[in-house]
């Protein structure tokens, strides 16, 4: 887990504007988890008036424990997403610093992206939106998610 943090696993989400509707509804997937302080979730709809965003972005980038890549061709469309946040999330998984977790929700061609190396979700990389009904797909997600954050916090922290 990232040094200071209050509670729990820090998550950072990177996602494309255009889906922000799937992301607010992933959002309410992980409000178990928010409750039981097991993580802390931040993406860019966190920044306030008068934040500097793109430092304010890398910075958060930087903090999390797990990086989530919600992948649509939007996504992959970004040139922010692609030059900035892809680019530091690969490094940080490379590094063994961040734990990276693509979670497909509109189909798109991903294979040859640098994040189709790591074990999408939902399992076997079917997306979201293919799902007969999406509060499955989700649900998946989210028990998914929660077993890769009780294995994180049930390593030893490092003593100061």
């Known amino acids: 887990m990232a040094e200071g943090s209050l509670a729990g696993v820090r998550i950072f989400i990177s996602y494309a504007h255009e889906d922000e509707a799937l992301k607010k509804e992933l959002d309410k997937y992980l409000k178990?988890?928010?409750?039981?302080?097991?993580?802390?979730?931040?993406?860019?709809?966190?920044?306030?008036?008068?934040?500097?965003?793109?430092a304010a972005i890398m910075a958060e980038l930087a903090a999390a424990d797990v990086i989530l890549l919600l992948v649509s061709v939007d996504f992959n469309a970004s040139d922010f997403i692609w030059d900035k946040e892809l680019a530091s999330a690969m490094q940080r998984h490379e590094a063994g610093s961040a734990r990276v977790v693509p979670i497909i929700l509109r189909r798109c061609q991903w294979s040859s992206m640098p994040y189709a190396k790591l074990q999408a979700l939902p399992r076997n990389g079917a997306p979201v939106m293919d799902y007969d009904n999406r509060d499955d797909a989700f649900t998946e997600v989210a028990v998914e998610l929660e077993r890769l954050v009780d294995q994180l916090l049930a390593r030893p922290r490092p003593t100061a």
């Open 32 to 54: 178990v988890l928010k409750r039981s302080s097991k993580i802390q979730v931040w993406n860019d709809r966190e920044l306030i008036a008068g934040q500097e965003w793109d």
